[in-house]
C-alpha cells in the first residue's frame, strides 16, 4: 500500500513542490500586528487546500488569529493533526542568502521561512490526504485538522479555544508537529515535553542605590538574592527545591528502556558548545538521562546594580533573578509555584517576592501507547527502520494543552524538518528528499491509524 503511494508521490513532484511554494510565498508573520488581510489570506488559503483534500475546513474565530479547522473520514476512532501556518520574523534578513519568501532550491534543499518549520509538515498532512484518498477512497477514521496561525508566538489563545472546543477536539489520539531528523538522519519520535514554572525573584534594600562606603551595613539585595539562590541549588549543582521531587511521576520501566536506545553523542554536544565537560561532570548517560528525566532550577538572568564599563561604588537598592524551572510530568507549574514561595518563606527569606510570569504544563504519552507504535510502524512502512523514539524532550510548548488537559495520547511524528534546519534562524530550509518522504510518511501512519 505505502509503495503504491509512493509511485503516485514520484510521479507527482512537481505539482506537490509548486502548492508548498505558493504556500512559502505568504509571510504570515504572527508576530506583526499589521498583517491583517494578508494573514487572513493565509488561513484562507489553507482551508481551501484542505477542502480540496476532500476535507470540511472552516475557519474559526479567536480572539488573535484565527485557526483553521477540519474534518476528513469516516470511523470509529479519531486521529487529531496539530500543526501551525504562521512563522517566525525573517529578520535579520541581510544573513538570508535567497528571498526567505521566495522559495529556493539549492543542491537539493528548499530555502524558505516555514519550510521546516511548520508549513512543509503542515502540507505534507493535507497533500497525503489528498493522495492517500484518491488512490485508497475516503479514510476508514475521522481525522480532525487542528491549524493555529499563533504558535510562534506561545499560541496565547489556544488554551482559550480548546477549553471551549473541547467536543470538536476529542480524539483517541494526536499527532503533533514539531518532529525532525537528528544529525544521522534517524526520525525522531517525541513522546512528551516538559513543563514550566517561569518566576521572577526579587529582592530590595534600600529605597535607592547607595555610596558603597555603606556597603557593610545597608542590606545588599544582590547578596540577598545570591544566598536565597543557594538554597535551591546546593554546591554539587543538585536542585535542593523542598517537595520538587515528590511531585514528579516516576519514570516507567518502558521509558528508561528508551531512553537506554537512544544515541547520543555527549562529545559533539560538548564541542559544539565550546565547553570541555556538562555540569557536575555528568557522564554521556547520566546527561541523557538528566536532560530527559529531570526537573531543572534555571537561572535564566541576574540584573543588580551596575554593569557598565569601568567601577561605580555603589550598594544597589534592588535585585531581580529570572528562573525557567523545567517540569517533568506530575509537577504543575501551579503547586511548583507555592513549592518555591514556602521553601523561601521556611529558611526566612520571606522578603524576597516571587513573581509567576509563566506556566506551562509538561505533556507525557507512555511510549508503549499505541499510536506510538503507528508513528514508529509508519517509517518502517516507508523503508526507515531507525526511528528513535523518546519518551520526553527537555523543552516545553502547547502539546500540553492536548495531551494533559484533553488527556489525548499526543505523539510528535514524521519529519520535513532535520536538526540542521536552522528553524527560526535566516537560511530556514528542509532536504526536498525529506518533504516526499514525509508525504509518504503521513499517508503510511493514516493507513495504519485505524488498525
Ligand atoms: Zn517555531
Keep these: 500500500m505505502a509503495q503504491d503511494l509512493g509511485e503516485k508521490i514520484e510521479g507527482s513532484k512537481d505539482e506537490l513542490l509548486a502548492e508548498l511554494n505558493e504556500f512559502l510565498r505568504m509571510p504570515s508573520i504572527s508576530a506583526r500586528e499589521d498583517g491583517g488581510a ?74 524558505a521561512r516555514g519550510v521546516a518549520d511548520d508549513k512543509g509538515d503542515v502540507m505534507a498532512r493535507i497533500q497525503a490526504l489528498k493522495l492517500y484518498t484518491e488512490e485508497h477512497g475516503p479514510l476508514p477514521f ?66 535607592h542605590d547607595l555610596h558603597s562606603m555603606y556597603g557593610g551595613i545597608a542590606p545588599n539585595p544582590a547578596w540577598r538574592l545570591v544566598q536565597a ?45 565550546g565547553v570541555e565537560s556538562f555540569d557536575r561532570e555528568l557522564s554521556e548517560r547520566d546527561a541523557l538521562r538528566e536532560m530527559l528525566l529531570r526537573p531543572t532550577a534555571n537561572i535564566a538572568g541576574f540584573h543588580s546594580g551596575y554593569g557598565g564599563p569601568g567601577s561605580k561604588t555603589i550598594v544597589p537598592g534592588e535585585a531581580y533573578v529570572k528562573m525557567d524551572f523545567r517540569l517533568v510530568s506530575g509537577q504543575s507549574p501551579g503547586p511548583v509555584l507555592e513549592l518555591i514561595r514556602s521553601h523561601l518563606r521556611k529558611r526566612g527569606f520571606e522578603d524576597v517576592e516571587v513573581v509567576d510570569l ?49 488527556g489525548i495520547p499526543t505523539v510528535m511524528a514524521g519529519s520535513v524538518a532535520n536538526i540542521g534546519s536552522r528553524i527560526h534562524s535566516p537560511n530556514e530550509s528542509a532536504r526536498l528528499a525529506d518533504y516526499y518522504e514525509a508525504v509518504r510518511y503521513f499517508a503510511a501512519f493514516f493507513g495504519r491509524f485505524a488498525a
Excluded at 59 to 77: K, L, Q
Excluded at 373 to 386: K, L, Y
Design 38 to 111: 494578508e494573514f487572513r489570506g493565509c488561513a484562507e488559503w489553507v482551508r481551501d487546500k484542505l477542502r480540496e483534500a476532500g476535507a470540511e475546513a472552516r475557519i474559526m474565530e479567536t480572539d488573535g488569529h484565527p485557526v483553521v479547522y477540519a474534518e476528513a473520514g469516516e470511523g470509529e476512532r479519531t486521529l487529531l493533526s496539530y500543526g501551525h501556518y504562521d512563522v517566525q520574523p525573517p529578520e535579520p534578513l541581510e544573513l538570508w542568502e535567497s528571498d526567505p519568501f521566495e522559495p529556493e532550491v539549492r543542491d537539493g534543499e528548499l530555502f
Design 142 to 207: 475521522k481525522l480532525k485538522f487542528l491549524i493555529e496561525g499563533e504558535e510562534e508566538v506561545g499560541s496565547p489563545n489556544l488554551a482559550a479555544f480548546a477549553r471551549k472546543n473541547k467536543e470538536l477536539l476529542s480524539a483517541d489520539a494526536c499527532l503533533w508537529e514539531g518532529s525532525m531528523k537528528d544529525d544521522a538522519g534517524r526520525p525522531m519520535v517525541f513522546c512528551g515535553t516538559k513543563g514550566m514554572a517561569y518566576v521572577e525573584l526579587r529582592a530590595r534594600g534600600a529605597s
Design 229 to 273: 539562590l543557594r538554597t535551591i541549588k546546593d554546591e554539587r549543582g543538585e536542585v535542593t527545591l523542598d517537595g520538587l521531587d515528590a511531585l514528579a511521576d516516576p519514570p516507567s520501566d518502558k521509558d528508561l528502556e528508551a531512553i537506554e536506545r537512544i544515541p547520543f553523542d555527549a562529545e559533539a554536544m560538548k564541542a559544539s558548545w
Design 358 to 406: 509563566h506556566g506551562v504544563e509538561a505533556a507525557k504519552t507512555p511510549v508503549d501507547a499505541p499510536v506510538v507504535r503507528t508513528a514508529v510502524e509508519a517509517w518502517r512502512a516507508v523503508g526507515n527502520e531507525e526511528a528513535v523514539v523518546y519518551p520526553t524532550v527537555g523543552g516545553s510548548g502547547p502539546t500540553s494543552l492536548i495531551a494533559t488537559e484533553l
